[in-house]
């Protein structure tokens, strides 16, 4: 969705990760990967985003979490340009709304959050594929 989430239950959500950011961005990290994920790029990924200061993360994630983007979107497709959107199947993605707005869309199979990284080979084949068609 390009709704915000009330800013009140993102607070909340917040909650554990200020009492202790390392461990709770571990914990809500590490869903963001696949079984049988590389393990050691997954502990790189995790390792890097705990590091970060608990209250820089913590505004970030509040304010992605509770931004509307209807706006930013609507900015977008009134530009004259090539739109793509490479996802993932690990949660459904409303594919009417993408392509009546002009989006090439491509959707990864067996993939999550951070599927750039976890195959790279797929995703990079699917770009140029996107590229080479304009």
């Known amino acids: 969705t390009l709704k915000a989430v009330p800013l009140e239950f993102v607070k909340e959500s917040m909650k554990p990760f200020e009492a202790n950011f390392a461990a ?3 914990g809500f990290v590490g869903f963001m990967f696949n079984k ?3 393990e050691e790029l997954k ?3 995790l390792e890097d985003m705990s590091a970060s200061p608990a209250d820089v993360g913590i505004s970030a994630a509040t304010d992605l979490a509770s931004r509307d983007f209807t706006e930013t979107m609507n900015k ?3 530009k004259d340009i090539p739109r793509y959107l490479i996802n993932t199947d690990r949660r459904p993605t409303n594919k009417v ?3 009546e707005r002009g989006f090439k869309l491509a959707i990864l199979p067996e993939s999550h959050h951070f599927f750039m990284m ?7 084949a699917q770009l140029k594929l996107f590229l080479e068609t304009e």
């Open 24 to 26: 709770s961005t571990k």
């Open 36 to 38: 049988g994920a590389n």
């Open 43 to 45: 502990n790189w990924i």
């Open 76 to 78: 977008l497709i009134a």
């Open 97 to 99: 709304y993408f392509e």
């Open 118 to 124: 976890e195959n790279p080979d797929q995703f990079n």
